[in-house]
């Protein structure tokens, strides 16, 4: 699985299976070098752990709240993102807080996020993508299973729809899903899927019809916290993201991996009210909360790898290959990364 793969031959048919960062990263490189993409993806939109939540009259971010850049590859793709303006500079008032108070946090790394929502950024890059004459996206459509004819792999999708024939097959999905697909097929690639384990997460939201109460030595107008609680992990106030400073005020609640593990299986109504009362204790027992008028909780069962993988990418031979963060470390970048060199690497042009 580490040895390189001849160029693809033009025109080359490619079916990717999820939408996310690392499948829309792949399908560029390939697309862009005259192959056949199309994407496929269960949710509605493109996104993946990027996409935002539409409500009355506000937009949340229930993944990825923003991300840096490490990577020369990946700077070169921030910087056309942002000459496009789906993604802008976030968060700039940034701090840590526990019991022993609330302190600035700095780490030196400069932040992006989607304008005017997350899934702004994954939206441009499907819109790209799409508007090549070679390449497609099917939203909404569940791939089920493989299946292999003298032409190519087919792709069984829930409706029991076929999809292709390809020459290749991309799985971006995390790897407990890619299992059952790939594991007919691959016993390499399903053994990789199933040592690959992921860790879960729950994400709430609130919205409230004023402002929050501000905090002693806080500026009033910041952005994220991190928090040391055995149960609440991060805040973010998504009005703050930039075009969104109409909408109400309006907090995502991103839960420690821990206690989500934990409850997984409780019900979400359950699981914003503890989120909403641990979010209550970092301000002062006197403050008072403006009026709540929407909540809810999102459940992430594969949220990011619980360890680093030493491969960016797997192919093999037969035609199927996986790629997207939980190859790398969890991170935008690591999916974007991911992606992109594993479409590199079918067209030949690098060995992982």
Known sequence: MTKPLPPLPAPHSVAIIGAGIAGLA???VLASSGASVTLFDKARGPGGRMSSKRRPGAAVDL????FSVRDAAFQHAV???????CIAAWPTCTYQASSRGWQVHDDGQKRYTGAPRMSALTRHMADSLTAMPNAELHTGTPIVALEHSP??????AADETRHGSYDQIVISAPPPQAHSLVKPWDDALAAVCTI???RACWAGWAMFDGPLPTLPGVTPGWQMARLDHPMLNIVSRNQTKPGRETQPE???LLAQLDWSEAQLEQPAEWVVEQLLTAFKRIFPPAATLPKL?????HRWRYAQPSTHCEYDYLYSVNGLALCGDS???????DAWLSGHRLGEALLGRSVQ
């Open 196 to 198: 690959r384990e992921q």
């Open 327 to 333: 190859f790398r470390g969890g991170r935008i970048e």
């Open 250 to 252: 309006s907090v995502s």
């Open 63 to 66: 993944g990825a709240q923003a």
């Open 26 to 28: 792949c399908g560029q």
């Open 79 to 85: 910087d056309e993102w942002l000459a496009a303006g």
């Open 293 to 297: 008028i929407d909540k809810g909780a």
């Open 151 to 156: 032409n190519g792999w087919l792709l069984l």
